[in-house]
């Protein structure tokens, strides 16, 4: 699979497929590579594969994440959205539909707030959020703090091996970087280990500021004009409730009302398909508050 360099950082993606553009935004939190794929119902689906029979696919390890390199910089949602929407300019693509799950839903509503240009449809898929959501992540970073204060970063840099974030949180945001780009791990080493834990301490809070859905704040969610369909999940990361917020606030939406249980390998796929053919000829129109589903119920 081919790498590209967008704003210095190395990026591992795949293009695959025919059709309309489809960018792929992976779940599984910070730990959002191509692998990502391969777990769950989306792995019932294998939807790079699958969905590159109907799309031309773009997938992508996100900075700091699998094979992708990363930068020490605060990391946002915009950060993440930029580094996209970089790929999407450097494979030649002027619009695309989104889809993104998890984690990846924040990506994408932040990449349709700044690039609605690019955008043809949102797909949005379990996204997280809520308390539990929040506290996780703070947990994380304030674990990395914590052990890189005490340890300093000599010993972070001992301590990664690969494992992302997410796995093994002592090691910090970079912790896949570390291991992927020798000159990043010399640099990341000998950086003011103050000025570094403002850093990530910024990021955590830039990031997962509150409870709402990850993401773009509401006041960036309510002028989307991308038609986007949302998806539920229950769990203590993927809230319904979070959910139900892009489904109140995003003035052209479709809400599958379907328990993520009953959410399947096949009904996904058909939901995505629908969606896509919807969007490619009479489009969605703009929903009242709270509207139950725009589209046609599934057979």
């Known amino acids: 699979m081919p790498f590209a360099t967008l704003d210095g950082i190395k990026t591992h993606y795949v293009k695959q497929g025919s059709g309309p553009c489809l960018v792929m935004m992976a779940p599984r939190g910070f730990e959002s590579t191509l692998q990502s794929w391969d777990h769950g119902k989306w792995n019932d689906m ?3 594969e699958t969905l590159s029979r109907h799309f031309t696919v773009i997938a992508y390890d996100r900075r700091e994440a699998g094979q992708s390199a990363g930068r020490v910089e ?3 949602w915009k950060a993440f959205a930029q580094h996209a929407k970089l790929l999407v300019e450097h494979l030649g693509v002027e619009r695309a539909f989104v889809l993104g799950v998890c984690m990846g839903v924040g990506v994408a509503t932040q990449f349709a707030s700044l690039y ?3 955008c ?3 797909i949005l898929a379990q996204p997280v959020g809520g308390h539990r959501w929040k506290n996780r992540m703070h947990q994380f970073f304030n674990r990395h703090i914590d052990y890189a204060r005490q340890k300093g970063l000599a010993a972070v840099l001992a301590r990664a091996s690969g494992k992302n974030f997410m796995r093994d949180p002592e090691t ?3 912790a896949t970087a570390i291991v992927n780009d020798k000159s990043f791990a010399d640099c990341f080493v000998k950086q003011d280990i103050d000025a570094y834990l403002n850093i990530v301490a910024a990021s955590r809070d830039a990031m997962f500021p509150d409870t709402f859905v990850s993401g773009p704040p509401p006041e960036e969610l309510m002028p989307i004009d991308t038609a986007a369909s949302i998806w539920p999940g229950d ?12 489904r109140e606030l995003m003035p052209r939406m479709e809400y599958w009302d379907l328990h993520p249980d009953n959410q399947t390998a096949e009904n996904m796929l058909e939901r995505i398909l629908v969606f896509k053919r919807i969007m490619e000829t009479e489009g969605l129109p703009p929903s009242p508050p709270m509207a139950g589903p725009a589209m046609p119920p599934l057979p």
């Open 235 to 246: 769990d203590a990361s993927h809230s319904t409730s979070s959910a139900q917020q892009l």
């Open 116 to 118: 609605p240009e690019a």
């Open 172 to 174: 910090g945001p970079w």
């Open 46 to 48: 294998k939807p790079v």
């Open 74 to 76: 605060l990391l946002t």
């Open 120 to 122: 043809i449809g949102l």
